[in-house]
């Protein structure tokens, strides 16, 4: 086989380790739709890449970054319903970023690939920054696992038995806007919040335990990314779509198999 | 140990938009004192709780806690999400770093041991209770808050619940503040029972509040006489495993 094709099939692992862990916090947490607006504003983020002159792994990141605290703030202080104002937040800052990336003359923007990904053009730098920005995601999150775990079951009880809440709750969105930039190239904004969701799910009914769900959601992922590029190959599908069908279905035989208490 | 109290709430002043939800509102716990705080639903009871934890702050007034009080809390009753496989051990575990002997010991001292590897979405609203009860424990709480902790729980378990907490106080030596908003289970073995509605309306002790002109005014005349007191009964003993069948799933919540 090629090595572009090894390359992506690393990626899909790569990005598969951290999106279980974090994908079981997201499904935990009832945060599939924060994760969907904050995907939805990496467009900006690709169009202030190429504007500023910046690496536009590095312009995503820091811009998820900055939206995920400002929607944080929001979310805490609006009085509309957390998925109405995500809704807003969501499509204005796909908006922004498509009327962003309208100016950006000089280079010709795949569109088609930063809303859908593409696995297959991913370069030795990018499997550098994927594998790097997955071992320090899962290195904080490692860090910070019992007291995410405590904030997620009842925020005030672990306040009170001294985990400092708002800061945790911090840490996790931007654990997550990193987790945005790391699979931008693999499975673009669109269906970033898939890759979090459906491993996770699919995982819980052979789950015993929190982390033997996050293990499994990344393996069950490792396992969709593998699966959807070797059809994507197969059938000349997009790699992107590819992957988030081939989780799908193994979401789809979870339901069939026996669950386990 | 002195006898200065373990936490202090003076003149506290909590609002909401315009409405005042506590009106300079004392309340003290001594070390060793069960103090129970009793008062109808939107008396701004779970408020008061949540000031004096300093979840919320205060819109006028002081608390004064004991420097490196430790405080062992049982929030109201909640559910934890289907999704999250969680069985009692880890869950009680989640309060810091301890030792699985730990746990098991304040599984033990609440009477829930054998649940230690059930997931905690299959408890019945009893055992949940005495779980939650462990973790605050777990701790070694100079003072335990416990927010209506016998809520969803039938009335066999509620006497048993009362009479765990009692026990507690007496082997821990800890100070308790206990949140209730049914009148006719104050525990005759508080110490003193705090009347709140919006203010705090009277104070005294658990065989006297009845009486009080002001407990009358607040819950109706009637209210006074028929209040009855829980009683510690000596000729019967209830462990969880008298009501496992009694499951409450509706995760409803009293104002």
Known sequence: MDEFFWRALLAGIGLAAIAGPLGSFVVWRRMAFFGDALAHSALLGVALGFLLHIEVNVAIAALCAVFATLLTAMLARARLAPDTLLSICAFTALSVGLVALSFVEEVRVDLVGYLFGDILAVGRADLAWIWGGAAAGLAVLGLLWRNLLAVTVHADLAAVEGVNVPAMRLAFVLLLAILVAVAMKIVGVLLVTALLVIPAAAARRFARSPESMAAIAAGIGAFASVAGLLASVEFDTPSGPSVVLAAACVFAASLILPQRR | ?255
């Open chain 2, 1 to 255: 140990m002195s006898d200065a109290p373990l936490i202090a709430g003076r003149g506290i002043v909590k609002r909401f938009e315009e409405r005042t939800v506590l009106d300079r509102v004392d309340v003290a716990v001594a070390p060793g004192e069960i103090v129970t705080l009793i008062g109808p639903n939107g008396a701004g009871k779970t408020v008061l709780l949540r000031a004096l934890l300093g979840l919320a702050g205060l819109d006028g007034g002081t608390v004064e806690r004991r420097a490196g009080l430790i405080v062992g809390y049982m929030p109201q009753k909640f559910a934890i999400d289907e999704n999250l496989p969680l069985r009692v051990g880890r869950f009680v575990g989640l309060a810091g770093r301890f030792a699985t002997a730990e746990i098991e010991k304040a599984l033990a001292e609440v009477g829930v041991a054998a649940r230690i590897d059930a997931p905690v979405q299959g408890l019945s609203g009893g055992e949940f209770q005495r779980v939650l009860l462990a973790r605050a424990l777990l701790r070694k709480p100079q003072l335990l808050v416990l927010d209506e902790p016998a809520q969803g729980v039938d009335v066999i378990g509620q006497d048993a619940l009362y009479d765990l907490v009692a026990n507690v106080r007496d082997t821990h030596g800890c100070g308790v503040l206990l949140v209730s908003h049914d009148l006719h289970l104050v525990m005759a073995r508080s110490d003193r029972v705090l009347c709140l509605n919006g203010h705090v309306c009277c104070t005294g002790r658990p065989e006297t509040i009845g009486k009080d002109p002001a407990f009358a005014e607040l819950f109706g005349a009637r209210a006074g006489e028929s209040l009855a007191l829980y009683r510690h009964r000596h000729d019967h003993v209830h462990d969880a495993h008298d009501h496992h069948h009694h499951h409450d799933h509706a995760g409803h919540t009293h104002g």
